[in-house]
């Protein structure tokens, strides 16, 4: 089985920062991409930001230039930092994976997600 925890939510001022990491773990062959994506309150679950397993990103125009998504692949670990917060930014953030269990198998995966709050 594989797992994906993520950790690192918190509630944070306008303008503040906060890094969000996501380790998976359990059968696996290897990664694709991974990514986050986050979920507001009424609203549906949208992309954030994702990078490949050659280091290839590509972010929401709603975050880029505050956002930055980076990986250790040999901590099977993403990581995303988030600065100058906005209100609007508040959600549940999930991390998504692309994983290979076998050499022939490829699945996603989620993780439980970690709550962000921005408010003053």
């Known amino acids: 089985q594989v797992q994906l925890v993520e950790s690192g939510g918190d509630m944070v001022q306008p303008e503040g920062s906060l890094r969000l990491s996501c380790a998976a773990s359990?059968?696996?062959?290897?990664?694709?991409?991974m990514g986050w994506y986050r979920q507001a309150p009424g609203k549906e679950r949208e992309l954030v930001a994702t990078?490949?397993?050659?280091?290839?990103?590509n972010y929401a125009d709603s975050v880029a230039g505050r956002f930055t998504i980076s990986r250790d692949s040999a901590k099977n670990t993403v990581y995303q930092q988030m600065n100058s917060l906005k209100p609007e930014d508040t959600a549940v953030y999930y991390c998504n994976a692309k994983i290979q269990t076998t050499a022939f198998l490829l699945q996603d995966y989620w993780g439980k997600g970690t709550l962000v709050t921005v408010s003053s």
């Open positions: 990078i490949t397993s050659g280091g290839s990103t």
């Open positions: 359990g059968s696996i062959f290897s990664i694709n991409a």
